[in-house]
């Protein structure tokens, strides 16, 4: 086991009281998810479970470390039944993805977000090279960085019950974990293959605001073939609240207008008000610019070498 950060994870679990198994695929994992029910935790990078058990904030009877499943650190192209995309194995790392070729290349949001400045800091690099894309997903702090590009990508989830797989978008990942979820693991994201033209995505991450988390807001946005007029476009925006929230109403002034400066601000502002709800005013602001800055930026990969710095 790869010494980290956190020391050794051999004598972390010499030390600890609880049961300690490492099964050899997810459904084995499955099955004693639904033997122990709410006491056993999977682990994989352990970067968030690990203080939690040490701090006395997570007491499970019984630990299921994930990183002894085969094959689940994949990262690679697929074709199934006429759809194409990008597949990835809920057990590789931040790392992992972030040099990934086939993502910088197909699904360079997801880069854009996980090499955002936060994760080249030496106080969190060390999580950059052990956490996984599995657990940032169920990890409270999900909502800020992946699971915004993940879902202007339009991923997928497909996770193991005792049942068998069962495929979902994100929005149902979240929504099925808050209902408690617990016997299902996550074994792969599915992010479909992207139309490259007249397309343009961009994520913004801004420093955290006082104690809470940093926003970061993802930001799909299509053009018509004159880049004239906004076809579509995807606004979620991480870390308010526990989950990736998107915005209706800042798309529905936009989609179907031409690009127009006044138009994009109001955008930024209805947006913000709404996914914002309660939040302070410091916070609604710092959202505000952020998804201005979103919007303007996919609007300038989208026309391409043509940009006229909207
Ligand atoms: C110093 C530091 C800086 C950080 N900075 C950022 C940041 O800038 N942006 C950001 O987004 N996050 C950040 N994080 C959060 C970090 O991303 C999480 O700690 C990490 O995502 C957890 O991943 P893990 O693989 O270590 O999960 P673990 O700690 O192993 O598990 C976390 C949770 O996920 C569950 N889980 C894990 N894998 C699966 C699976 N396959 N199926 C179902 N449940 C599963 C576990 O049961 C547990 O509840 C930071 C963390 C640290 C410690």
């Not at 935790?41 to 019984?62: F, M």
């Not at 994930?66 to 697929?78: I, M």
């Not at 807001?217 to 526990?242: M, T």
Request: with cysteine.
């Amino acid at each position: 086991m790869r010494p980290g950060y956190l020391g050794d994870l051999e004598s972390f679990i010499d030390s600890s009281k609880f049961e300690y198994l490492e099964p050899n695929s997810l459904q084995e994992a499955c099955s004693i998810l639904a033997r122990y029910k709410e006491k056993a935790k999977v682990i994989a990078g352990g970067t968030e479970l690990i203080p939690l058990i040490q701090q006395g904030k997570a007491r499970p009877d019984c630990l299921i470390n994930l990183k002894s499943v085969p094959n689940l650190q994949f990262v690679e192209a697929y074709s199934d039944f006429g759809e194409e995309g990008i597949k990835i194995g809920s057990g590789a790392t931040l790392f992992d993805l972030g040099r990934s070729a086939i993502i910088n290349e197909k699904a360079a949001v997801l880069a854009e977000a996980i090499n955002q400045r936060e994760f080249r800091l030496n106080r969190s690099r060390w999580a950059y090279y052990m956490a996984t894309i599995g657990g940032c997903l169920f990890s409270p702090e999900r909502a800020a960085d992946i699971a915004p590009a993940l879902m202007v990508l339009n991923a997928k989830a497909v996770r193991q019950g005792i049942q068998g797989w069962e495929t979902m978008s994100m929005q149902d990942l979240f929504t099925a974990d808050s209902k408690g979820g617990v016997y299902e693991i996550l074994g792969e994201i599915r992010i479909p293959k992207q139309q490259e033209s007249e397309v343009g995505l961009a994520y913004e991450k801004g420093p955290a605001i006082g104690d809470g988390s940093s926003i970061g807001v993802a930001v799909f946005l299509r053009l018509d073939l004159k880049h004239v007029d906004v076809e579509e476009i995807r606004i979620v925006v991480g870390g308010i609240g526990n989950a990736p929230i998107e915005s209706r109403e800042g798309p529905a002034i936009m989609t179907g207008n031409p690009i127009d400066d006044h138009l994009i601000i109001d955008a930024a502002d209805m947006a913000a008000e709404e996914v914002c709800g309660a939040s302070d005013s410091e916070t609604m602001e710092r959202t505000r610019e952020l998804i201005e800055e979103a919007i303007r930026h996919a609007i300038d990969r989208s026309i391409g070498d043509f940009a006229l710095g909207y």
